[in-house]
């Protein structure tokens, strides 16, 4: 496989990444959006107000992942301090995603692992995510990279 880029996401990028969190049927479902909404320069104007606020904080990076000059995965990264562990920082890794084609080749750890070092990096001492209780073989592949099923996370939706 050819070498992975790994860059901070950018305008232009938007109608990819809604294309790649779209591309299962928990997200569809979440995300409520008509097929024709998926893809092309007329993504919905709410993601666009999305990528618009991530982009401007500090504190969150939106990532695309490059094989060959093409986006073939996506994930956010947030930096969160607290009082917690010392004052410890930690990163929270959400919308985790690789195109539909090219899962199961490997790209999903090697993301997984340049966010972990993005966070010894900055110092972080914690790496967390959620995951939906339906995504089983996500759940696997979190476990496999070292990761524990330590708390019960809850939403509320508004």
Known sequence: MSELIFRVACRADVPAIV???????VAAAREQAQPAERTGEEVDAA???GFEAVDADPRNELIVVELDGEPVGTMQLTFIPGL???GAERMQIEAVRVRSDLRG???G???MDWAVHQA???GCRLVQLTTDKRRT???RFYASLGFQASHEGMKLSL
Not at 19 to 25: G, N, Q, V
């Open 137 to 139: 073989a996500a759940h």
């Open 109 to 111: 750890r090697r993301m």
């Open 84 to 86: 917690s562990r010392r």
């Open 120 to 122: 010894r990096e900055r």
């Open 105 to 107: 080749e490997g790209i």
């Open 47 to 49: 993601y666009w107000a």
């Open 19 to 25: 294309a790649m969190l779209l591309d299962d049927e």
